[in-house]
């Protein structure tokens, strides 16, 4: 059966698609998330040059892997994905960007910039 | 017409007695994090090596320890308020959210001293 008038529905959720601020903040949390855990991952090499050269090779060891690359730049990607995005925030915070156009363009840049700034932390690292 | 009392009002604490403490302190944790992430990254990946005795050394020296610092207690500490409001928000029975968010304080203290008690160490013994 057809709809026949024009009243608005409520989005259902396995056909709804969400727009760009909901993904952008649904992966503030996520990332918040990884970060917590990539700090945990960070106090335990931190941990390991205390304890002296010999447990800090097994940790260097596991981080110059090839998984414990793609850890870390998936880390460094999660972080600056959050401050980004978190310099949003604190400017909403503060009263300015709110409007449908400013709020799309900022989460547009957030993704640019995390990808910018990782990058360039990387050539920095390995060059 | 408010059915608050003038007190409650001038108060502003709210009913959980704490007013806006917890997103305040998120956001002022997040302000010094800003520039605390960006020069760790940096500085981290402007490292000459990643051996041993550079670590050690970079961690010794006193900027560097003292910064550390910083970062440890803001970003664990807004690390914990973020768990926090997450577990709040998905975690419905009492028992297990509240269990949940003590372990996560608990932990993230834990967490931060032990890695400040390392810094210092490193930076008194070398």
């Known amino acids: ?127 | 017409m408010s059915m608050r009392t003038p007190l409650a009002r001038v108060k502003g604490l709210g009913a959980a007695k704490e007013g806006v403490g917890h997103w305040w302190h998120q956001r002022l944790t997040a302000l010094a994090l800003v520039p605390l992430t960006v020069w760790f990254c940096l500085a981290i990946a402007r490292l000459p090596g990643s051996d041993h005795a550079t670590l050690v050394a970079w961690i010794a020296a006193p900027f560097n320890a003292v910064l550390l610092v910083a970062l440890i207690i803001a970003g664990l500490y807004h690390g914990y308020l973020g768990v926090q409001v997450v577990l709040e928000d998905y975690v419905h029975p009492h028992w297990a959210r509240t269990t949940l968010i003590v372990v996560s304080g608990f932990g993230a203290f834990l967490l931060a001293l032990g890695a400040i008690f390392v810094v210092l160490q490193l930076a008194f013994e070398n």
Request: with cysteine.
């Open chain 1, 1 to 127: 059966m057809a709809y026949e008038d024009e009243r608005p529905l409520s989005p259902h959720l396995q056909v709804y698609r969400l727009p760009l601020t909901a993904v952008v903040s649904i992966i503030h949390r996520l990332t918040g998330l990884v970060i917590v855990l990539g700090a945990v991952l960070l106090i335990v090499v931190l941990f390991s040059v205390a304890a002296g050269p010999q447990s800090y090779a097994t940790a260097q060891a596991a981080l110059d892997s090839w998984i414990g690359r793609l850890l870390l730049i998936g880390l460094t990607l999660a972080l600056y994905f959050h401050l980004c995005n978190g310099v949003r925030h604190l400017f909403w915070d503060i009263g300015y960007g709110f409007e449908l156009e400013t709020v799309d363009r900022t989460a547009l840049a957030t993704a640019v910039g995390a990808l910018v700034l990782t990058s360039a932390t990387w050539l920095l690292a390995l060059l």
